[in-house]
């Protein structure tokens, strides 16, 4: 059967602004529901500081009617290059995260611009796509397959979004 930790998916994409320009997008997690296809939007739990140790709850969309509430905490901020967190599951332990998510922001060739490289892996606690898989261990590779397609694409559109804005 295939396994879900350390599942990983990773988007490289070069933007027509500059580091900072997309540090302050990439952080206004409140802004977040304005270019995902998934997340519906964000707010932060503890004054809005993109600081490591500071917690924000996302509200997410999957089709269907199914929506999940979960609570991030930053794990990684040095501005503007990295932001990095991770989504906690019901065992509310940062050290065994449902998923880690993390921005990476590097200069362009060109003045303006930015590599963002947005890289998803899925961590050793539990989800939804965890206990889908292993309710259903015959289609656990395909199912597995299918989200990080859908979640390639979301980011993808995610980051599009954020450097039309």
Request: some cysteine.
């Amino acid at each position: 059967m295939a396994q879900a930790t350390g599942a990983q998916v990773e988007v490289e994409i070069v933007v027509g602004k500059d580091q900072a320009q997309m540090w302050d997008l990439i952080t206004d997690v409140a802004r977040i529901g304005e270019w995902s296809p998934e997340c519906a939007g964000a707010a932060w739990l503890d004054g809005g500081t993109p600081l490591p140790g500071a917690a924000f709850q996302g509200r997410n969309e999957f089709g269907g009617g199914f929506t999940s509430t979960v609570t991030c905490v930053v794990t990684e901020a040095e501005h503007p290059a990295v932001f990095e967190w991770v989504v906690l599951d019901d065992s509310k332990d940062p050290a065994n995260p449902g998923s880690i998510w993390r921005y990476e922001l590097l200069p362009g060739d060109v003045p303006g611009q930015t590599r963002v490289r947005h890289r998803f892996t899925h961590g050793t606690g539990a989800t939804g796509l965890s206990e889908g898989m292993k309710e259903n261990p015959d289609q656990a590779g395909a199912i597995l397959a299918e989200r990080l397609d859908k979640l390639r694409k979301h980011m993808t559109v995610t980051i599009e979004g954020m450097a039309a804005a």
